[in-house]
């Protein structure tokens, strides 16, 4: 039996990286799967689809989210911030240097929810101690278990951007 109903689609606008998107969206589509599949961003990746390993966490207005548990419509009105938003160009920022420096990109797969939920994080906290980053960490999974390589690069991070001000 297939599925041959119509199906019914509304149109939103994003703003995403500092762009206005507009989309004719099914209502149930995920922030994920329209940043993925609609505006052919990437860099966030899909992991358990479930909230839990944080592959897929980006900026909603700041704070970090994951973005396979919103619907895409439920971001409208909000600024949202992918992975792609951090490098200028090709010039890496500040934060993707010290995990590259530190080695905290292991396989990859998982870093870009690690890089919003630390850029978001240090945005709030910028004065954060060692501790408080390993315990914000842990809300992401990395299955390469670099956990204290990723510590130290936020750590490192945090420090410089401190000497800067």
Request: aromatic share 4%; proline share 3%; glycine share 8%.
């Amino acid at each position: 039996m297939t599925d041959t109903a119509p199906r019914e689609r509304q149109l939103i606008t994003l703003d995403v990286n500092g762009e206005r998107h507009e989309l004719l969206i099914e209502p149930r589509r995920t922030l994920v799967d329209a940043l993925r599949h609609d505006l052919l961003l990437t860099g966030t990746h899909v992991g358990c689809e479930h909230g839990i390993c944080g592959a897929c966490t980006v900026l909603v207005d700041g704070s970090p989210a994951r973005a396979c548990l919103m619907f895409a419509a439920q971001a409208e009105g909000a600024r949202i911030r992918t992975v792609e938003s951090l490098a200028d160009g090709a010039e890496l920022s500040d934060l993707q240097r010290a995990f590259s420096e530190h080695h905290g990109l292991q396989c990859g797969f998982c870093t870009p929810g690690f890089l919003m939920l630390a850029e978001g994080f240090l945005a709030e906290r910028p004065e954060a101690a060692k501790e408080e980053i390993r315990e914000v960490v842990a809300a992401n999974l990395c299955r390469c278990t670099g956990y204290q390589t990723i510590v130290e690069a936020i750590d490192d991070c945090a420090a410089r951007r401190r000497k800067e001000t």
